[in-house]
């Protein structure tokens, strides 16, 4: 919201609860101020609203992962809280990639072939990225996903995690 004092006070009385809470901030801008201008302040806004809930989200997935309350980090434990749809929401550093293995006719991946696993017959295709399925898997079962560019805990406990249902 932009605006005098009471502009923005007597505008905000007029919404409703829910509208009210989608507000993040109230922005200083010229009352000449072109519509690229107060876009640009509004998408910074934004931007750091999005951080900051980001980085909130992966402080609470370490926070439950030390306390053992239904959430599990590293890649093994996030894939495979994915494939069996226990995940809730994954959180990821954006530049995290690893490579694995899938099998063709059950879509199973693992991260290491050996005689030990499950599956074990039928055509394997390497993946290049095992990140972006585990991603892609929880896109296409609506599991909500955070991107943080660096988060310096989620890097040291492996740089993905999922907060899980059970």
């Known amino acids: 919201m932009a605006g005098t ?3 923005v006070a007597a505008f ?3 919404l409703s609860s829910r509208l009210r809470d989608l507000v993040l901030e109230r922005i200083s801008i010229s009352a000449n101020a072109s519509s690229g201008e107060i876009q640009e302040k509004a998408l910074d806004v934004v931007r750091n609203a999005a951080l900051k809930d980001a980085i909130e989200s992966a ?3 370490l926070s439950r992962v030390q306390s053992n309350e239904r959430a599990v980090v590293g890649l093994v434990d996030t894939l495979t809280a994915v494939q069996n749809g226990r ?3 994954v959180v990821v550093l954006s530049n995290y990639a690893r490579s694995a293995y ?3 006719d059950s879509g199973m991946i693992l991260l290491e072939l050996n005689e030990d696993a499950p599956l074990a017959s039928g055509r394997i295709q390497e993946l290049p990225d095992a990140v972006d399925s585990v991603i892609r898997r929880s896109l296409l079962q609506n599991i ?4 943080l560019d660096e988060h310096k805990g ?3 406990a492996g740089s993905i995690g999922a907060f899980t249902r059970y």
Request: net charge negative; proline share 0%.
């Open 102 to 104: 899938r099998f063709v």
């Open 144 to 147: 909500d996903v955070t991107f």
């Open 87 to 89: 995940a809730e929401h």
């Open 59 to 61: 402080d609470l997935l």
């Open 12 to 14: 905000k009385n007029l």
């Open 154 to 156: 989620l890097q040291n």
């Open 5 to 7: 004092e009471k502009n």
